[in-house]
């Protein structure tokens, strides 16, 4: 069937859009309702004629080999069953993110689907969302798996992701997504979904979100990844809802559009602010359909880089307020910084290390930092308080033990250097003793 610019409007005066959705959404509308012993079906007609339950709508009634006919307008939204509804089969998937999807339902009904699609990449690096591969692989970072796993340079995460999930599962491994893994993957996100929705609906920008492509992961992960880690700070540390949207824009992760998909301007001198009486958007960093994506960072690193942002944002030592914004630059923090660096030799955001021993920092990029600006012996010092306050918040119990870790071997040094405790505490047992004390701190 075709639809041209001449075409006759319908019966009902209503000519076909031209978004109508392709069969096999039409289908894959339908699957969460069918019934038992469903092996095809019989006919599909576009209707244009009005029935009943989708008054003055071009709608496909699908007659099946088991079961009632099924109803699915023309856009792919399904309308229900003509009649009474059927017991839906056990087997038919039950996640909002696959029930209704046409590459879960082909894998569903038996046609296992090679996650090595050689359609997986455009242009050597540029993840391809329209491949089936990144439905499933949207899938296992909503579980949490590391959607960055596997060897880069092999550029297959959604391979090695695969893998993982079917080597912690039980199930045989290579690249094929079966009825069997699709069964664990759906059966394991309707928990999640369930869990996930009252946070996500929390998110101030919930309301604005821009739509996500078909393949990516549920509109309410998305928020959930964002909520999440403000919902868990002190109420001090927690912007309003005005302030969230604007910290978006500027320092935080993501970013705010017109419909069109481009970003916001400033409003002022120093892009402080824009905006928001204009009709704006919410996408999220490696959630927008428009932007090349070259990868997709696990659920924990996105938390981690949402608080990373923040913690930029508050940050006193980068010399930013505005005091419509009130906790821009509203944390002090140059105590904190004197801990691992020199601050009396500080230059702006630059100062030496007290340590070249990168095991005295939280995280390998709080130690490198960024590169350039600083003078000869200086390093940028912001990326340390961001990641340890991501860290701190995201990963308390590594934060503690590391700390622990650390005190016990500012003790083991003290005890060397100063006489009278190695008299004090010399025997081993007291130094043991010693040590467990300081490491329940
Ligand atoms: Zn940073």
Redesign the pocket.
């Given at each position: 069937m075709t639809r041209s610019a001449n075409t006759a409007p319908s019966q009902n005066g209503q000519p076909l859009a031209q978004s109508w959705a392709d069969s096999t959404t039409v289908f894959a509308a339908a699957a969460p309702y069918l019934a038992c012993g469903v092996t095809h079906a019989r006919l599909a007609n576009l209707n244009l004629a009005s029935y009943a339950e989708a008054p003055s709508q071009s709608v496909w009634g699908l007659n099946f080999d088991a079961g009632q006919n099924q109803l699915v307008k023309w856009d792919g939204a399904y309308v229900g069953a003509q009649g009474a509804p059927n017991a839906p089969c056990a087997a038919n998937l039950k996640s909002d993110f696959l029930k209704s999807d046409a590459c879960a339902n082909l894998v569903a009904s038996g046609t296992a689907y090679d996650m090595d699609d050689p359609a997986w990449l455009i242009n050597v690096s540029d993840q391809n969302r329209e491949t089936c591969a990144y439905k499933f692989f949207s899938g296992f970072n909503m579980l949490g798996y590391n959607t960055m796993a596997g060897n880069p340079s092999l550029q297959k995460p959604q391979v090695a992701v695969l893998q993982q999930f079917q080597n912690q599962r039980g199930l045989p491994v290579s690249t094929l997504v079966t009825v069997d893994g699709l069964g664990q993957l759906d059966s394991l996100l309707v928990p999640r979904e369930i869990k996930i929705a009252a946070v996500a609906a929390t998110f101030p920008l919930y309301g604005r979100m821009q739509p996500l492509h078909r393949n990516d992961v549920s509109k309410n992960w998305v928020a959930y990844i964002y909520m999440l880690p403000m919902s868990v700070l002190p109420a001090h540390l927690r912007m309003g809802d005005v302030e969230t949207t604007q910290c978006i824009w500027g320092q935080c992760l993501g970013f705010l559009q017109d419909a069109n998909g481009v970003d916001l301007p400033c409003q002022q001198g120093g892009c402080y602010t824009t905006d928001l009486t204009v009709d704006y958007r919410f996408a999220g960093a490696y959630f927008d359909p428009r932007r090349n994506h070259a990868a997709l960072p696990s659920a924990a690193a996105d938390v981690g880089a949402v608080l990373?942002?923040y913690?930029?944002y508050l940050d006193a030592a980068l010399g930013s307020t505005y005091p419509p914004n009130p906790l821009l630059g509203s944390v002090a923090t140059s105590g904190f910084y004197d801990i691992s660096y020199d601050m009396s030799q500080a230059q702006g955001a630059c100062a030496p290390r007290r340590s070249t021993n990168p095991q005295d920092w939280i995280t390998r990029?709080g130690f490198a930092g960024?590169p350039g600006g600083c003078m000869q012996g200086k390093v940028f010092i912001?990326?340390e308080w961001?990641?340890a306050f991501s860290m701190y918040v995201a990963a308390g119990r590594n934060f503690r033990a590391a700390k622990r870790r650390h005190c016990a071997e500012v003790q083991l040094a003290e005890d060397e250097r100063v006489p009278e405790h190695r008299i004090r505490y010399g025997s081993p047992a007291r130094r043991r003793e010693r040590l467990q004390r300081r490491s329940r701190l």
């Amino acid at each position: 069937m075709t639809r041209s610019a001449n075409t006759a409007p319908s019966q009902n005066g209503q000519p076909l859009a031209q978004s109508w959705a392709d069969s096999t959404t039409v289908f894959a509308a339908a699957a969460p309702y069918l019934a038992c012993g469903v092996t095809h079906a019989r006919l599909a007609n576009l209707n244009l004629a009005s029935y009943a339950e989708a008054p003055s709508q071009s709608v496909w009634g699908l007659n099946f080999d088991a079961g009632q006919n099924q109803l699915v307008k023309w856009d792919g939204a399904y309308v229900g069953a003509q009649g009474a509804p059927n017991a839906p089969c056990a087997a038919n998937l039950k996640s909002d993110f696959l029930k209704s999807d046409a590459c879960a339902n082909l894998v569903a009904s038996g046609t296992a689907y090679d996650m090595d699609d050689p359609a997986w990449l455009i242009n050597v690096s540029d993840q391809n969302r329209e491949t089936c591969a990144y439905k499933f692989f949207s899938g296992f970072n909503m579980l949490g798996y590391n959607t960055m796993a596997g060897n880069p340079s092999l550029q297959k995460p959604q391979v090695a992701v695969l893998q993982q999930f079917q080597n912690q599962r039980g199930l045989p491994v290579s690249t094929l997504v079966t009825v069997d893994g699709l069964g664990q993957l759906d059966s394991l996100l309707v928990p999640r979904e369930i869990k996930i929705a009252a946070v996500a609906a929390t998110f101030p920008l919930y309301g604005r979100m821009q739509p996500l492509h078909r393949n990516d992961v549920s509109k309410n992960w998305v928020a959930y990844i964002y909520m999440l880690p403000m919902s868990v700070l002190p109420a001090h540390l927690r912007m309003g809802d005005v302030e969230t949207t604007q910290c978006i824009w500027g320092q935080c992760l993501g970013f705010l559009q017109d419909a069109n998909g481009v970003d916001l301007p400033c409003q002022q001198g120093g892009c402080y602010t824009t905006d928001l009486t204009v009709d704006y958007r919410f996408a999220g960093a490696y959630f927008d359909p428009r932007r090349n994506h070259a990868a997709l960072p696990s659920a924990a690193a996105d938390v981690g880089a949402v608080l990373h942002e923040y913690a930029h944002y508050l940050d006193a030592a980068l010399g930013s307020t505005y005091p419509p914004n009130p906790l821009l630059g509203s944390v002090a923090t140059s105590g904190f910084y004197d801990i691992s660096y020199d601050m009396s030799q500080a230059q702006g955001a630059c100062a030496p290390r007290r340590s070249t021993n990168p095991q005295d920092w939280i995280t390998r990029y709080g130690f490198a930092g960024v590169p350039g600006g600083c003078m000869q012996g200086k390093v940028f010092i912001a990326e340390e308080w961001a990641e340890a306050f991501s860290m701190y918040v995201a990963a308390g119990r590594n934060f503690r033990a590391a700390k622990r870790r650390h005190c016990a071997e500012v003790q083991l040094a003290e005890d060397e250097r100063v006489p009278e405790h190695r008299i004090r505490y010399g025997s081993p047992a007291r130094r043991r003793e010693r040590l467990q004390r300081r490491s329940r701190l």
